[in-house]
Structure formats: structure tokens, C-alpha cells
């Protein structure tokens, strides 16, 4: 912005016309960038601050109250110095003289301005749609209105049969009203289900009591003798009795303002991906009134996405593009599960996937188009809807995944919640998040009360999901249940932490084009919003750092988490535990004596056989490691790294009378090529000798099985939080070639993985056919990317050596005592 | 009132990093941000007692090992939404050299 127009000292004034859902999610992201930019000021049509639009359909329902649903209070404008005009109209923009002017003469200034002026519903231009009794279902007024008609009168009649029209229905019959829904289409909401589900869907709601007339033309609204509306008259001559017509037949972008103003209108106000008019560079415009390449959005979640682009400008972060959304859809009638996202009514080049078990109630189709997921409807069973979505938004590849595909993500194996996932069948006292152990009632107050959309929000005010992880799908499945309808979903790409706007790809790609070498360079260069970053990036930008300019870029001890500081597992009490590398899990007589001896001598409370053929010694002061370190004079096994940890083996061709393979000396070369190896998360490796598997290959980052005519090298699988089986890359002849292979393969993660994230997810990122083409198809590019591992590897060190014998950052052990 | 007690070196701390003191038997976690500035906080997480001495320090925080609470350095207490504070003891730098003061002080902030 030109600063110097402005008298010196005052701020920049900005104006917001439109108090409804995406203006004032825009103010909110903008006050979170920076509070102190502009002097703002509010008009709003409606009498009411801010409140939340799509929790109308549970008002009228009588779920909900009015006053449990405004979002923001009047304190809060006051609060943040927001000067707010509600009941005022804006009814003109002075472009030149940059003043906007209320139906009361209002009259203010600005130098940015935000055009957020929703929509409004469609009337068909019908004789009688003017008659009292007839309405629209937009804001608190006609909510208000619906309330007092069902009251005092008997009969309902609501034309549109789509997402808003049965909710109308649905709430005027739980007040008591006999309900007909009327509707032009042959079946229910036909922009987002297919024939088969909406007859589904027609079943329960008559079942509620509801009743339908389909592929109905309405001619005109006949009025009663009081005057009021008394009919609903067809195309084809028959009628209906009404006391209340509710029009839900579409909505059209509200631009009456922005065209008055002469700015570019077409299907709404065009904005760019910065959300800015086309016409007028000092205005913008958000939400339901705007056009976007051509697409108007009518759902929260999209018009959320916009709100932070707009921010993002209008605090001159300027990084931020809008480039449009993908949409799914809730209805929220309790007691109806429904979910519908992408082209579900599939077509040419298109797959289905269909399960259907009318008796049930349970309706699920799948679309697939070129290997991706395309669209998707589910009736009856919508648990799976928040996983669908995710798949479909990040266009990943399904084909290795398809015939589970229909399951749900539970099918690939998720033991922490698996068959209870159901987060609208849970009791409040459930619990959601094992890790931090809040429970499905904390989750839906926290939602209701702070006004919550999204899962970082529910992660910030309730810690459920912030921890493992494993619970998020279920979150998402309490945040879409409790907000009814769309919730936004986090958006598509994640900025890295609250520290920056970059993605963890940005970063990656500016630490490698420009040649970053060190964390202040990069938090300098991408602009960071923080002194030093914190506990999230950190860690992130030092392993970027490392993996990308291996000897050239400074480790920094200090960004590294407390156990990779101190190379040892912080416990619980503060105390660390030691697990010493045992190569292969093989160990010796003279490495047991010495751990007994270091046990005894440290008085070591805990010595435990770990999962990963080794022994752990628990419950280390840290003043104590490097004396342990030292007596032990065995190597560090990392098991506190992102790095490799174990490479487990089974007893293989020397000993066993199944074995083909020596899959005990495979392990201890591949571990003794590969340890001290950081990487993007920890690596797990193992090696069995025959197809019976003892040394479970399948779950591991790289397993590797022999057969008689060689080995079979398998890769990204997992056997913690969520379980997936390894997929097959390759089979080799020789032991030098599974080297070669499952470096190579290693290395590519460790280049193009994203912080704390494991080979399976990667893998999932970038597709197996990806992996293929460069570990496999590219026999030159393998060999590079090996050759690029053993470059890094030469330059690490055994972290406990150094520390035992050479002092390296003594002060890390040493407690100074006073 | 306490006399100042020297710890150690300004230096001897690491640069967004801590050390951790005994005294009495208790311990003290002395941290030093990246503009030099020390702070003094009993080594215990109002959370579940982590030890503060061993978290990432950042700007004017630390974030704690064990579960990730953010505890403010300058008045121990920890980030919305966790609610809980450590207590802080005063200390100062003079020509190099950091001091503490043992009786724990009223936090400022
Ligand atoms: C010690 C050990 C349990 C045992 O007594 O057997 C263990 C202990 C811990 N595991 Fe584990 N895991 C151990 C084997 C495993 C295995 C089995 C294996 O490796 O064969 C798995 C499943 C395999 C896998 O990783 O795919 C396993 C899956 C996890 C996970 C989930 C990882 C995931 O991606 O889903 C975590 C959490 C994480 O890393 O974020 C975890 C985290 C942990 C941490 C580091 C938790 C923490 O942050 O403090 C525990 C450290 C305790 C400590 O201080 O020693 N541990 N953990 C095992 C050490 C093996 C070793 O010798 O190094
Ligand atoms: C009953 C109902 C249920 C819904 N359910 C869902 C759902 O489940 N999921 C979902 O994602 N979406 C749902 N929606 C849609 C969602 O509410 C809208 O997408 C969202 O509110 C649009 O936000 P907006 O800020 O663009 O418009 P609004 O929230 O409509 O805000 C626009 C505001 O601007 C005011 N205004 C207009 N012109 C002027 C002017 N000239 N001067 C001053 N003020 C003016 C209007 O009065 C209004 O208050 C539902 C909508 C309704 C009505
Ligand atoms: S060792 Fe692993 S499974 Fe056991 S409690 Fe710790 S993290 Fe959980
Ligand atoms: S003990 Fe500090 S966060 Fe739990």
C-alpha cells in the first residue's frame, strides 16, 4: 500500500461491508497476522453481530438456540477496536472519493475495502410469492419467522427438495407442522446424490414424518381469505393446502452493491486469486458474493480458504494464492448420514465402486477416474467421509489401495480405533484422544462454545489429535457431526507452523535452490515470523539443513529435540534410557558381560529385552551417560533418533532347517552400511530368511526376505500407529544389490520426505509408481542416490564416542552444583 | 535479603540452550535466548514435571520435553490453553558472569 497518501501516524482505514461468516473470518485471520495494521470498521444489514449461518438448521430444529450460536460478540469487536454498524445497509460506494454510505447516511472513509455481501436466496418470479407467509431461509429474521408460523399454523409447504430445502423441512416438522417438500427434480438433492441414495434418503425422511411431491412444477401461490398465503397451485392444476411457503430453490451471489459500484459482475464479484476485484485494486471481495475463476462456492469451508488468502494480503505477507476448492457435503438432519464430495455421478472414463444394502439403509458409491478418487456418496454410513475427502482434495493414487478402498481407512489397519469410529455413536464421556485423554463431550463443547471450524483449532483449545495423531480421523469426524454441515477442513497445503507460510516442500526447495546452510539464513530469506522459529520448525529446518548440504550445513545441537541433544530417550522422570547397537540383534558373550558390569555399576533400575532385538537400559541420570557410554565401548543404537534404528533378523541359512538366505549377515551389513543415518522419521529394517518370515519384513521401512533365488526387497511398511504391509519394489540376486537398492531407495526419502514423516506416508505421497521409476527404472539415478547416501554417511560420526572419549558438548551432562 | 550466588559463565550456557543448577538439592534450569538474555526457572513442568532445562528454547519460551506445554521464560507460566506455572528465581548477568538469587522471587510479569 502507498503509505504516503496517509497522513503521517494515522493507519490505513479498512472497511468491511457484510458481517456474516467469511468477512468476518477474514478480519479474524487478518487480527491473528497482525492486529495494529488498520483502523476497522463493520456494517452488517442484520441487527446481530456475527453469528454462525449453518447452525440455523439446528436452531430451528430446537437443538440449539439462538445465543449459543453467534460467533463473535459485540466485546469482541470492541476488543480488537473494530468499529461495528449493525441494521445498517450499505447502499452506495463512492469509488473516487473512497467513502461508502448507509441506507441511515452513514457515511465513512477507507482505503481497502472488503465486499462481503453473501447471497441471496432465489424467489422464482411467480405469481402470490409476495403474498405474508411466504419466505426464503437465509438469516435469524426468516429463522425467527418459521418459529412464530409453526406456532400458529398447520400446513408447510417447502419448495426445493436440496440441502437447505429438507432442512427447512425437517425443522418445521420438528415443530410440529405436517410438511411437504416440493421439488422440480425427479430425486432429492440431485447436486449431490445419485438416484439410487436420494431414494434412500426419501425413505427415512418419510419415515420422520415428511412428504414429498417430486418432479412438481409450481405455478403460483394462491392467498386465503385473511390474506395470507392458503395454497400452492401446480402446473398441472392440482393443489395444495398452505399456511407457510418456504422457497429453498437456490441462491444467487448478492452484487446488487458491487454492480451499482461498477465493478466487473458475472455470477458474482470477479476477484482474482488474491481476492482482489479485477476492477478496482484498493477493493476485495469474500465469500458467497464473489466469483472465483469462474466459481461462486456456497459452503463454508471454501469461502474459510479465501478469508486466509485475503488476510495474508492484507497484512502484506502477499505469499498467498487462492486457487479454488474442492467441496463436500453434510446434511445435517439428526439421524441421516450423508455425505457427498466430488463428481459422484461419475460418467465417461470414469469407475464406480458400489455397495448397496437397501435393508440396511447403507448406500455407498465410489467414483474413480485415471487411478484417483473422483467422487463419492455414502448414505446411511458416513464414517469414512472426512478419509474419502482427504484422498479425493490430495488427488492421491488409490490403485494400490482400491480393493480396500470401499472398507474405509479402518480396513488398512488402524488398532487404536479400530470399530469405534463412529464419533456420532459415542457417549460424552468417551474417550477421543488416548494420548492426552480429552473426551468426545470436552471436543463438542469446545467446538460450540469457542465457535471452533477447524482441526488446528480444536488441536489449540482442546490438545485432542496434537499428540499421536491417531485420533484425527475421528476429530474430524466430531467437528463435521457437531457443525452439521461442512466444517473447513485443514487446508491442502499446511504452512510448515505458525512460524511461517511456507509448506515443509517450500522449505525443502528454497534450502536446496538457494543453498541455505544454515537456520538463520533460512528464517531470514523466507521471512519468519519469529525471532528463532520454535520446537515445531526447528528441528524440521536443522534435518532439511543436514540431509540437503551433508558436511557443508552446521548441525545445531540446540534445534534438535532433547533425546537426538543428549543421544539417549528422555523417560518420563526426567532420568534416559541407553540401548547399545546389537548389529542384526546378534550379540555376544563379552557385550552382555560388559552391559551387566555397566548395570550394576550405575545402579541401573530397568534392563529390558526391547521389540527391536536389543537390550534397554532404563532409568539413566544424565550426568551418568557418557561413564556408560564409555564402559560400554558398544555403539549407539539411535533408538531416541529420527534415524535407523533397528535392523532385525531372523536366525536365517546358518541355523535354521527352513532357511534359504543367511538373513542374519544381510542384516548386520545393511545395518552396519546404514547406521548413524538421519533421516525424515525413524527407519526400521529387517531381513528374513525364507518366506515364513519370522523377522516380520511386511511392517517395516524396508524389509527384505530371502527365497531361494535371491531377495525380495519390500518397502513402506509400518507397524506402529496404523499398520500397512510393505509393498513389493523389487527382487535382486545378491547382497550387493540390496544394498544398492534399499539405499538408494532410503536416500530418495531422506532427499524429498517431509519432517516426521514415515516411508509408508511418503510413499502415499508420492505413489509407488514414482519410487518405481526412480529407484528402479533409472539405474544411473540409483546409483547417484546411492552414492549421495554413503557421501552423507562418511561424514557422521558415533555420536557416543565422540561424547565418551573426546568431550564433545560436555556441558550437555555436567549439572553445576551451587 | 539472599546474596547473588554465581552459577557459571555467561558462555558456559548454550546459545538457545540451558543448564541446569543444584541447589539445595533442587534443580534450577538457567536458560539463555539467542539476545542473551538469562532467565531462571525451577527445572519442574507445571505439567507433569518434565524437565524444563532439556526443551527447545524460542524466543521467549521454552517448550517442555515431555508433552510439549510452552512455558514462558520470563514468568514461568505456560501457554494457553494449558494453564500452570513454574516458578521463577531471579538471576542476573554482570561482566560476564551469571548470578542467582536463591529465595525465589515474585515473578514480574
Ligand atoms: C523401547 C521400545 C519398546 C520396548 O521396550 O520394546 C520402544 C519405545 C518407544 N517407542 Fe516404539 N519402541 C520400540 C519398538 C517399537 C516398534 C517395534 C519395532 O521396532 O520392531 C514399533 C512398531 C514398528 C514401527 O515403528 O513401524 C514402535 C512404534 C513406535 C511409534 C509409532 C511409529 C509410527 O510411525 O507409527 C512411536 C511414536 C513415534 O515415533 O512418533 C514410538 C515411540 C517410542 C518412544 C520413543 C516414545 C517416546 O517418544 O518416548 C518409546 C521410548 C521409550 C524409551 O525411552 O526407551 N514407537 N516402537 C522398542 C525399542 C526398539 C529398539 O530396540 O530400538
Ligand atoms: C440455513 C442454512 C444452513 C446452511 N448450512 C450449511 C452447512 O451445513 N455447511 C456449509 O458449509 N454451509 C452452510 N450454509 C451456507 C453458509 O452459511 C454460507 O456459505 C456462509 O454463511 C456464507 O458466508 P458469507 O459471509 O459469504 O455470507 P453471509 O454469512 O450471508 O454474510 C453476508 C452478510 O452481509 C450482509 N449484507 C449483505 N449486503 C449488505 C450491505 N449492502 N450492507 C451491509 N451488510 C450487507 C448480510 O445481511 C449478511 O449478514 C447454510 C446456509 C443457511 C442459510
Ligand atoms: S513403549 Fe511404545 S507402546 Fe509402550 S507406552 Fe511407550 S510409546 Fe507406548
Ligand atoms: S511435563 Fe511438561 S509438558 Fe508434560
Not at chain 1, 483449532?457 to 491417531?470: F, Q
Not at chain 1, 510393505?726 to 527382487?731: I, N, T
Amino acid at each position: 500500500m502507498d503509505m504516503s497518501e496517509l497522513p503521517q501516524g494515522k493507519k490505513p482505514r479498512l472497511i468491511l461491508v457484510g458481517n456474516g461468516m467469511a468477512g468476518v473470518r477474514t478480519l479474524e485471520e487478518l487480527l491473528k497476522l497482525d492486529g495494529s495494521l488498520y483502523d476497522i470498521t463493520v456494517f452488517g444489514s442484520e441487527p446481530h453481530p456475527n453469528y454462525n449461518r449453518i447452525l440455523l438448521s439446528p436452531v430451528l430444529a430446537g437443538e440449539q438456540t439462538l445465543e449459543e450460536i453467534v460467533l463473535n460478540t459485540r466485546e469482541w469487536y470492541a476488543e480488537n477496536g473494530i468499529t461495528l454498524h449493525t441494521g445498517k445497509t450499505v447502499v452506495s460506494i463512492d469509488r473516487a472519493a473512497r467513502q461508502v454510505v448507509a441506507d441511515d447516511g452513514t457515511a465513512a472513509g477507507y482505503d481497502r475495502l472488503i465486499l462481503a455481501t453473501g447471497s441471496c436466496p432465489y424467489i422464482p418470479p411467480l405469481p402470490g410469492t409476495d403474498l405474508p407467509g411466504v419466505l426464503a431461509y437465509r438469516d435469524i429474521a426468516d429463522t425467527q419467522a418459521m418459529i412464530e408460523a409453526a406456532r400458529q399454523y398447520q400446513n408447510a409447504v417447502v419448495i426445493g427438495g436440496g440441502l437447505l430445502g429438507l432442512e427447512a423441512a425437517n425443522g418445521l416438522s420438528l415443530r410440529g407442522m405436517d410438511v411437504t417438500v416440493v421439488h422440480l427434480n425427479a430425486w432429492l438433492m440431485e447436486r449431490q446424490l445419485d438416484p439410487a441414495a436420494a431414494a434412500l434418503l426419501q425413505q427415512s425422511l418419510q419415515a420422520k414424518g415428511l412428504k414429498f411431491r417430486l418432479g412438481a412444477q409450481t405455478a403460483q401461490l394462491l392467498p386465503g381469505e385473511n390474506g395470507r398465503v392458503a395454497a400452492v397451485k401446480f402446473k398441472d392444476g392440482s393443489t395444495l393446502s398452505a399456511d407457510l411457503v418456504v422457497f429453498a430453490v437456490g441462491i444467487r451471489p448478492n452484487t446488487e452493491l458491487a454492480e451499482a459500484a461498477k465493478l466487473h459482475c458475472h455470477r458474482g464479484i470477479v476477484v482474482t486469486d488474491t481476492l482482489q476485484t479485477v476492477t478496482d485494486p484498493r477493493i476485495y471481495a469474500v465469500g458467497e458474493c464473489v466469483s472465483h475463476r469462474g466459481v461462486a462456492y456456497g459452503l463454508v469451508a471454501p469461502l474459510f480458504e479465501q478469508g486466509r488468502v485475503l488476510a495474508n494480503h492484507l497484512a502484506r505477507h502477499g505469499i498467498a494464492r487462492y486457487e479454488g476448492s474442492v467441496t463436500s457435503t453434510k446434511l445435517k438432519v439428526t439421524g441421516i448420514d450423508l455425505f457427498s464430495a466430488g463428481h459422484f455421478l461419475g460418467g465417461e472414463g470414469c469407475e464406480e465402486i458400489l455397495l448397496s444394502d437397501p435393508i440396511g439403509g447403507v448406500y455407498k458409491k465410489l467414483v474413480i477416474k485415471d487411478d484417483q478418487l473422483a467422487g463419492a456418496v455414502l448414505y446411511g454410513d458416513t464414517k469414512d467421509g472426512a478419509w474419502y475427502f482427504r484422498l479425493l482434495r490430495e488427488g492421491r493414487s488409490v490403485r494400490d489401495i482400491r480393493d480396500h478402498l470401499m472398507f474405509g481407512e479402518d480396513h488398512l489397519g488402524d488398532l487404536g480405533h479400530r470399530g469405534e469410529t463412529r464419533a456420532a455413536a459415542m457417549q460424552d464421556g468417551d474417550e477421543v484422544c488416548g494420548c492426552n485423554g480429552v473426551c468426545k463431550g470436552a471436543i463438542v463443547k469446545a467446538i460450540k462454545d469457542k465457535g471452533l471450524f477447524t482441526l488446528e483449532e480444536v488441536r489449540k483449545h482442546t490438545k485432542a489429535s496434537s499428540s499421536c495423531g491417531s485420533c484425527t480421523g475421528l476429530v474430524e469426524q466430531i467437528l463435521a457431526f457437531t457443525l452439521g454441515g461442512d466444517y473447513s477442513e485443514a487446508p491442502k497445503v499446511k504452512a510448515l507452523c505458525g512460524c511461517t507460510e511456507h509448506t515443509h516442500l517450500d522449505v525443502r526447495a528454497a534450502i536446496r535452490d538457494r543453498k541455505l546452510l544454515s537456520i538463520p539464513e533460512v528464517m531470514r530469506q523466507l521471512e519468519w515470523r519469529t525471532p528463532n522459529g520454535c520446537a515445531t520448525c526447528r528441528p524440521a529446518l536443522n534435518y532439511y539443513l543436514i540431509s540437503t548440504w551433508p558436511g557443508e550445513a552446521q548441525d545445531d545441537p540446540q534445534s534438535r529435540y532433547i533425546n537426538e541433544r543428549a543421544h539417549a530417550n528422555i523417560q518420563k522422570d526426567g532420568s534416559y534410557s541407553v540401548i547399545p547397537r546389537m548389529w542384526g540383534g546378534q550379540t555376544t558373550p563379552a557385550e552382555l558381560k560388559r552391559i551387566a558390569l555397566v548395570a550394576e555399576k550405575y545402579h541401573v533400575p530397568t534392563v529390558k529385552v526391547t521389540g527391536g532385538q536389543r537390550i534397554d537400559l532404563l532409568g539413566v541420570k544424565k550426568q551418568d551417560l557418557p561413564g556408560i557410554w564409555a564402559d560400554l565401548d558398544m555403539p549407539s543404537g539411535h533408538a531416541y533418533g529420527k534415524a535407523l534404528r533397528t535392523v532385525k533378523t531372523c536366525v536365517g541359512s546358518e541355523w535354521c532347517r527352513f532357511g534359504t538366505q543367511d538373513s542374519t549377515r544381510m542384516g548386520i551389513d545393511l545395518e552396519k552400511a546404514l547406521w548413524k543415518m538421519w533421516a525424515p522419521h525413524k527407519v526400521k529394517l529387517a531381513v528374513s530368511g525364507c518366506p515364513r518370515n519370522c523377522a516380520e519384513v511386511a511392517i517395516k521401512d524396508v524389509g527384505v526376505l530371502g527365497v531361494d533365488s535371491g531377495w525380495e526387497i519390500y518397502v513402506a511398511g509400518n507397524g506402529g500407529i496404523k499398520t500397512e504391509v510393505a509393498q513389493f519394489l523389487v527382487k535382486v540376486k545378491d547382497a550387493a544389490e540390496v544394498l544398492e537398492y534399499s539405499g538408494a531407495f532410503l536416500q530418495l526419502y531422506r532427499e524429498e520426505g517431509i519432517y516426521l514423516e514415515r516411508t509408508v506416508h511418503y510413499v502415499a505421497r508420492v505413489g509407488m509408481d514414482y519410487v518405481q521409476a526412480r529407484v528402479l527404472t533409472d539405474a544411473e539415478g540409483r546409483r547417484a542416490l546411492y552414492a549421495r547416501l554413503q557421501f552423507a554417511l562418511q561424514q557422521e560420526k558415533d555420536p557416543w564416542l565422540e561424547r565418551a572419549r573426546d568431550g564433545v558438548q560436555q556441558h550437555e551432562f555436567a549439572t553445576i552444583t551451587l | 535479603m539472599n546474596p547473588w550466588i554465581r552459577i557459571c559463565a555467561l558462555d558456559d550456557i548454550p546459545r538457545l540452550g540451558a543448564r541446569v543448577a543444584t541447589l539445595g538439592g533442587e534443580a534450577i534450569a538457567v536458560f539463555r535466548t539467542e539476545d542473551n538474555a538469562v532467565f531462571a526457572l525451577h527445572d519442574r513442568c507445571p505439567h507433569k514435571g518434565g524437565p524444563l532445562s532439556q526443551g527447545i528454547v524460542h524466543g521467549r519460551s521454552v517448550t517442555c520435553p515431555l508433552h510439549g506445554w510452552r512455558i514462558g521464560l520470563d514468568n514461568g507460566r505456560a501457554e494457553a490453553p494449558d494453564e500452570g506455572a513454574a516458578s521463577c528465581l531471579a538471576v542476573k548477568v554482570e561482566g560476564g558472569d551469571v548470578y542467582l538469587r536463591a529465595a525465589a522471587a515474585a515473578c514480574t510479569a
